[in-house]
């Protein structure tokens, strides 16, 4: 059985970092893109970043967080990390670790997710 378990969310002033982790479990070597997503009050869930390929040496990332958020992927820990940087209000979300067994390459992997974590709470305040 698959399971995702996102921690490291807090509440962090305008200008913070904080790192997200993603521990996964089960059949996580059949993984071929992990990636995170958020959810703001009130807003659709949206793609933040992924990373691409069993060995996660590829990433992909929505502009918003570009240059700000680094992800990245420990297959021999089964851990998926998110760095973020330069932390902005409009960062606030639930932010979600998903993985996907299909095969992506860009754009193509910020959809279609097979397994998805309960979310952690990240709040910035200004």
């Known amino acids: 059985q698959v399971r995702l378990v996102e921690s490291g969310g807090a509440l962090v002033q305008t200008g913070g970092s904080l790192r997200l982790s993603c521990a996964a479990s089960?059949?996580?070597?059949?993984?071929?893109?992990m990636g995170w997503f958020r959810q703001a009050p009130g807003k659709e869930r949206e793609f933040a970043a992924t990373?691409?390929?069993?060995?996660?040496?590829?990433?992909y990332y929505t502009n918003s967080v570009k240059d700000r958020f680094t992800i990245s992927r420990d297959v021999a820990k089964n851990m998926l990390y998110l760095q973020m940087n330069n932390l902005k209000p409009e960062d606030t979300a639930v932010y979600y670790c998903?993985?996907?067994?299909?095969?992506?390459?860009?754009?193509?992997?910020?959809?279609?997710?097979?397994?998805w974590g309960q979310g952690t709470q990240v709040t910035v305040s200004s």
């Open positions: 089960g059949r996580s070597f059949a993984f071929y893109a």
């Open positions: 990373t691409i390929g069993f060995n996660g040496a590829d990433t």
């Open positions: 998903a993985a996907s067994t299909n095969f992506c390459s860009g754009s193509g992997c910020t959809r279609d997710y097979n397994f």
